[in-house]
């Protein structure tokens, strides 16, 4: 039987997880529909997910089919887990985005199929709560096709809309030929001739909807069942099974991490290729980038570790199942990988971990209540940092403060419930706070030499560092021989590199940067007669790691950083005659508007805000519109802070801005 791993996408309360009740109710799965009110579903597992409502965690669920075994993966649909979406896509081979026939196309919507359309993910689109009251179809219908701007092809009508007898009539709608033909010559031809047959007709809807061509739309309700059956015929139909050779090399990636019952590690992981088997070693890790040589492409290579798999299990039919192995297209449990982290690629490397969405741009500190312990404190965030590695847990020595980065306040409250109903821990947190970053403004250079001018480490390190384009990442090269020393030396100023960027000149973390190894030296490994090897004369990996912050911080200084702010694209709409109110408000929180124009009654205003301003933009805007005024919003892009004081971060690092302070700390004197 084949397989197909199944995305449910939706912006929040479209009803993604009654969705997923129903369709595990109507492949027979279950007996009875869970509620989402009730705290009955099955996928909303965790305590704090019954009792919010809303889903935090992905979830993964199988049901059958006549021809294909689905497994299902349910997804939050608050922007605030964005980054827990994020973790699944990279394992989908087709998704159902859902979308409210009552709230219509909303900001996570666009979002969603931006990105679905950029990783060539196959889409169904599902029109969901038909039943309710103010439920509109054809004009949701002209939503997603003015705002995704993406081709749709309608696979029915619906009758009784707005009612509990509300159902879905299905049929290939009048626009179909022309859409498919877009996309088909020969069908475009066929169609000018004077028609297509309805069998070529679903045909090329197949093909080109497993090509992410088009997208089908189904009409329906999660609650009373009607349009499920024709969505499901969809999936069967429609999107293509998951591929892979199960004799091939063990492929796979890991997209969640959680501890089990006594702390161990699981891994969900979908296999790509090969079969996966318990008591088999496996080497697991990232995929990043290693030391490159002279000028050309950084090796991709990576920090790798090896595993015995203890125990795996898939899931089948509602449950979970132990088996002894899993092959090419399952999603499986995975124990036994202690240290495993998302993103790691199991076996061989067959694909880079990507982001495809902003990381996050809050962050806040985490103040220990009375009676909680910080050393307890720290492990809790630690691990939650497994299972969701953009919370960056930043320690502060100096200042004994743990700081979390977020996506926004429901987050917080998540993490706040998370600690105390998990660890036992009372926190409360600081004001929300922006997260800048740095780029670096041009080409600065700095080197110390071995055993000169007050330099008291074992080693040379020369750099530089210049500006690489947005979302290139931190790139290293060697202007050096990978020969002239031991390789465990530069691994030691290549990793110190990554981890000093991570606080640039004002605080700021440098996300993109190339930086070039112009210069390298060392002691050799030194002993006396009838005496072992000494320390003091050879240098060794602590020397590189102690220099490299000094000579790349300086290296920093002469290339300059300029501190970028977060921005949203933001989309206003608005009764047109309280344009003139809402323009010198815009102009006053920074934003810059960038089209303007009319739909019916309504302004519309497109352009860019300052992210730190968009929460004041939502305070104000009932006011300034009656209470009609919509707004959406999403993290564009990074630009300069151009006025005012430039932001700056407290350090958590030994401060080699400070050489005298730096070197007290490292080393406990201020010279060699």
């Not at 279950?30 to 019954?50: F, K, M, P, Q, Y």
């Not at 059956?229 to 998951?242: F, R």
């Not at 995975?334 to 076996?347: E, K, Q």
């Not at 060392?522 to 005496?531: F, G, I, K, V």
Request: hydrophobic share 40%; with cysteine.
């Amino acid at each position: 039987m084949h397989l197909l791993n199944l995305g449910i996408l939706a912006h929040v309360d479209a009803g993604k997880t009654s969705l997923t009740e129903r369709l595990l109710h109507t492949a027979g799965v279950i007996d009875e529909l869970g509620s989402v009110d009730a705290g009955s579903t099955r996928t909303d597992t965790l305590a704090l997910e019954r009792l919010r409502g809303i889903t935090i965690k992905s979830a993964v669920v199988s049901f059958p089919l006549d021809g294909v075994t689905v497994n299902l993966i349910d997804t939050p649909g608050h922007p605030d887990f964005i980054a827990e979406v994020e973790r699944v896509l990279g394992v989908l081979d087709g998704a159902v985005l859902v979308v409210s026939a009552v709230e219509g196309v909303q900001a996570q919507t666009r979002v969603l199929m931006r990105t679905l359309r950029r990783l060539g993910i196959p889409t169904l689109v599902f029109v969901n709560k038909i039943d309710r009251r103010g439920a509109r179809d054809e004009a949701v219908l002209a939503q997603l096709t003015r705002r995704l701007a993406v081709p749709l092809v309608p696979m029915g009508r619906t009758a009784g809309l707005g009612t509990r007898a509300a159902r879905f009539v299905p049929g290939l709608g009048p626009t179909a030929p022309e859409v498919l033909a877009d996309h088909d010559d020969a069908l475009l031809a066929a169609y000018l001739d004077g028609g297509v047959p309805d069998g070529r007709l679903r045909a090329a809807l197949a093909d080109q909807t497993g090509r992410c061509l088009v997208h089908p739309v189904y009409f329906g309700s999660a609650v009373t069942g009607a349009g499920v059956p024709d969505l499901v015929a969809g999936v069967e139909e429609l999107l293509p099974a998951a591929g892979g050779d199960p004799a091939g090399p063990v492929s796979g990636t890991v997209f969640k991490v959680e501890r089990g019952p006594a702390g161990e590690q699981i891994a969900y992981a979908r296999i790509f290729s090969g079969t996966l088997r318990v008591r088999e070693r496996i080497p697991f890790g990232g995929t990043g980038t290693g030391t490159g040589t002279g000028t050309g492409a950084d090796a991709p290579v990576g920090v790798r570790a090896e595993g015995r798999v203890t125990g795996l299990s898939v899931f089948d039919r509602g449950a979970e199942r132990r088996q002894d192995s899993a092959g090419a297209g399952r999603i499986v449990k995975v124990w036994g990988l202690g240290g495993v982290r998302i993103g790691d690629a199991l076996g061989r490397p067959a694909r880079a971990y990507v982001h495809h969405f902003a990381p996050p741009t809050l962050e806040t500190v985490v103040v220990p209540g009375p009676g909680t312990d910080r050393r307890s404190l720290h492990i809790a965030l630690t691990q939650l940092a497994e299972q969701d590695p953009l919370i960056d847990v930043r320690h502060d020595e100096v200042r004994q403060e743990t700081s979390v980065s977020l996506y926004g306040e429901v987050q917080k409250e998540v993490v706040q419930a998370t600690l105390a109903d998990e660890y036992g821990l009372d926190v409360t947190f600081r004001e929300t706070t922006t997260v800048y970053v740095e780029r670096i403004a041009g080409t600065g250079a700095a080197v110390e030499f071995n055993k000169k001018d007050g330099n008291p480490f074992l080693a040379t390190v020369g750099l530089r560092v210049e500006p690489a384009p947005v979302g290139a990442g931190v790139g290293f090269r060697l202007e050096v021989e990978l020969g002239s020393m031991p390789y465990a030396f530069f691994k030691a100023v290549e990793d110190t590199v990554r981890e000093t960027l991570a606080q640039g000149l004002h605080g700021w973390r440098i996300p993109d940067a190339t930086v070039t190894m112009t210069h390298s030296g060392y002691s050799p490994r030194q002993s006396h007669a009838h005496q072992g090897f000494d320390k003091s004369m050879s240098s060794t990996g602590q020397d590189f790691r102690g220099l490299t912050p000094l000579v790349l911080t300086e290296a920093l200084r002469r290339a300059g950083t300029r501190v970028h702010q977060p921005m949203h694209r933001f989309r206003l709409e608005a009764p047109a005659d309280t344009l003139g109110a809402l323009l010198p408000v815009l102009t006053r929180l920074g934003a810059l508007p960038r089209r303007t124009g009319t739909e019916a009654a309504l302004c519309v205003l497109e352009g860019v805000v300052p992210a730190a301003r968009v929460h004041r933009l939502e305070q104000l805007l009932p006011g300034l519109t009656r209470g009609e005024g919509e707004l959406e919003s999403a993290f564009d892009h990074y630009a300069p802070v151009a006025h005012g004081t430039v932001p700056e971060r407290a350090r958590t690092d030994h401060n080699p801005l400070d050489r005298k302070e730096y070197l007290l700390k490292v080393t406990g004197r201020v010279s060699g």
